[in-house]
């Protein structure tokens, strides 16, 4: 990493509301939306055209880094477009120009070849946009190989190594929303050319992926992939299933055909949440944005890069090496994670056996509302047998397990008593988020103020899951989805006939647990 990135200064446009403005185009102004941010046409960006494939005319975007002269090969990153942008729009919304100054390697950005719009199969089988003549844009040929758009990418690629010296083991693709959707299209026919590929914004639907019958589409085999889904993503209307759904199905394909282990490395850095699968094969990345539309964020490119493809080649046999990356695929090193109505746990990436199971307990406020109720507040409640475990405390029950008392590492000496929000610190007093609950012969406290007052810790808690670090992360809504599933027992499917697996609504799950406990309580 002996070159040095450079932000380089840009004219806000905050009144410019368009999707792609064109005044953008060889030009300072950068647009900003919630994370998604451009930055100033790159000056080194050269607009190309030419017959590649086909007969047919089309036009692409070329990055040559100022160090590059010639002398050794250098890899190759395929940018593809997001629907109704360009190849230079996908230059000025990610970072790859900037990661390639960096690195040394050269960018490509090719443009859909009609109406800004990838032939992608599928795309317009549920929904046609009105904003759209999607007469001639929803044929797509039922044999991949008359695919236009496919051939010429693949040309493209061809193109390159024949104008520029690059090495045939590490050339990697990217893609936003329908671009991640041509970009896995081309990972199932073509993934074989490449030695990673990722993607931000659209998920596959799930009839592209498997048969009626649970059986794999895929031509190409095996490839490392990055997912990146952010949070508010959403999924277009008229589609037949949802967004946890098709993310999931998503991950599982890349999953089998990388012979992954089905239990993840997790880390949550501020806003990124990031699972980590090994595969025997091939790796797979499963990226969640916290509070992020839409889109992807200017940085992506440096975290596939960082996290993955710097340590990535495919060989001429076909498989792929890994060597070292710039940051390691590991989880966070000190990180637990409870949700509701199961014994699980996650605990330093692992799943662990609770005593008995986390309870969902709310705070409620009674006086001055004439036999009413508000609910003040929300808390999942875990043994203190887990949180002696995970703190390394000491812990000590009275004989009826009414009470308990635990010695901190640090000394702190505590008491808990059933029925009472106060837990008693050295000779203090202090009250808790909630009052402490008796199940199963323990004690139930809540898990969130324990771990930021008592330990210091920070705790998030998205979708009914609480994950709790030594460091700033803030968990995310599909981060909160893979591990409810896996703490439930689900971390890969029997079969791939997704239609019918079995949801696990967070709702669901907990009108069940509160009829239990009310019962056995």
């Keep these: 990493m002996a070159n040095r990135v450079i932000l380089r200064a840009g004219t806000p446009n905050d009144e410019n509301r368009d999707y792609l403005p064109e005044a953008i185009k060889g030009s300072d102004m950068v647009v900003n939306e919630n994370g998604n941010n451009s930055q100033p046409y790159p000056e080194r960006l050269l607009e190309c055209t030419g017959v590649l494939a086909d007969g047919l005319e089309d036009r692409w975007y070329v990055y040559v880094p100022e160090s590059y002269d010639g002398s050794k090969a250098v890899p190759l990153v395929v940018g593809n477009h997001g629907g109704l942008m360009t190849g230079w729009g996908h230059a000025i919304y990610t970072s790859w120009t900037m990661l390639a100054d960096r690195e040394g390697f050269i960018c490509v950005f090719p443009d859909a070849h009609q109406a800004r719009i990838w032939q992608v199969e599928g795309m317009f089988k549920d929904h046609k946009p009105d904003f759209l003549d999607t007469d001639t844009l929803a044929f797509v040929p039922d044999d991949y190989r008359e695919n236009h758009d496919l051939n010429f990418v693949k040309a493209l690629i061809e193109e390159m190594k024949k104008n520029y010296n690059i090495d045939e083991g590490r050339i990697f693709?990217?893609?936003?929303?329908?671009?991640?959707?041509?970009?896995?299209?081309?990972?199932?026919?073509?993934?074989d050319i490449l030695a990673g590929a990722a993607g931000s914004g659209g998920p596959t639907q799930l009839d592209m992926l498997f048969t009626d019958d649970g059986k794999i589409k895929n031509v190409a085999g095996h490839l490392p992939v990055w997912q990146a889904r952010p949070e508010t993503n959403g999924t277009p209307p008229g589609r037949p299933y949802g967004e946890p759904m098709l993310n999931r199905f998503n991950r599982f394909y890349w999953m089998?055909?990388?012979?992954?282990?089905?239990?993840?490395?997790?880390?949550?850095?501020?806003?990124?949440?990031?699972?980590?699968y090994s595969g025997k094969k091939a790796d797979v990345v499963y990226h969640d944005i916290k509070n992020r539309d839409h889109g992807q964020t200017l940085d992506e490119a440096f975290l596939y890069w960082d996290y993955m493809f710097s340590g990535l080649r495919r060989e001429k046999d076909g498989s792929i090496t890994k060597t070292k990356t710039y940051l390691?695929?590991?989880?966070?090193?000190?990180?637990?994670?409870?949700?509701?109505?199961?014994?699980?746990a996650?605990?330093?990436?692992?799943?662990?056996?609770?005593?008995?199971?986390?309870?969902?307990?709310?705070?409620?406020?009674?006086?001055?509302?004439?036999?009413?109720?508000?609910?003040?507040?929300?808390?999942?409640c875990v043994p203190l047998s887990f949180l002696a475990m995970v703190s390394g405390a000491e812990l000590e029950y009275s004989e009826d397990t009414l009470t308990a008392r635990m010695t901190l590492k640090d000394g702190r000496k505590l008491q808990f008593a059933r029925g009472?929000?106060?837990?008693?610190?050295?000779?203090?007093?202090?009250?808790?988020?909630?009052?402490?609950?008796?199940?199963?012969?323990?004690?139930?406290?809540?898990?969130?103020?324990?771990?930021?007052?008592?330990?210091?810790?920070?705790?998030?808690?998205?979708?009914?899951?609480?994950?709790?670090?030594?460091?700033?992360?803030?968990?995310?809504?599909?981060?909160?989805?893979?591990?409810?599933?896996?703490?439930?027992?689900?971390?890969?499917p029997d079969n791939f006939r997704y239609m019918e697996y079995e949801e696990l609504p967070f709702e669901?799950?907990?009108?069940?647990?509160?009829?239990r406990w009310s019962l056995e309580n």
């Design 420 to 492: 009472s929000i106060g837990c008693a610190i050295d000779d203090d007093v202090r009250s808790m988020y909630c009052e402490a609950l008796h199940r199963g012969g323990e004690l139930l406290v809540g898990i969130e103020w324990f771990s930021r007052y008592l330990l210091g810790l920070q705790a998030s808690e998205c979708s009914g899951v609480v994950y709790v670090t030594d460091h700033f992360a803030t968990l995310s809504n599909n981060m909160a989805d893979l591990i409810h599933e896996m703490l439930f027992g689900k971390l890969f």
């Design 346 to 380: 996650w605990f330093r990436n692992e799943i662990v056996t609770m005593s008995v199971p986390a309870v969902k307990w709310q705070k409620l406020k009674y006086h001055g509302l004439n036999g009413g109720t508000r609910v003040r507040g929300e808390y999942i």
């Design 508 to 515: 669901t799950c907990e009108s069940v647990r509160r009829a």
């Design 256 to 276: 089998h055909l990388n012979e992954c282990e089905v239990l993840p490395k997790i880390t949550i850095i501020g806003e990124n949440n990031i699972a980590f």
């Design 328 to 344: 390691p695929q590991t989880g966070d090193e000190y990180a637990f994670a409870v949700t509701a109505g199961t014994d699980k």
């Design 173 to 191: 693709m990217q893609g936003m929303s329908a671009g991640n959707l041509f970009t896995a299209q081309f990972c199932r026919y073509y993934g």
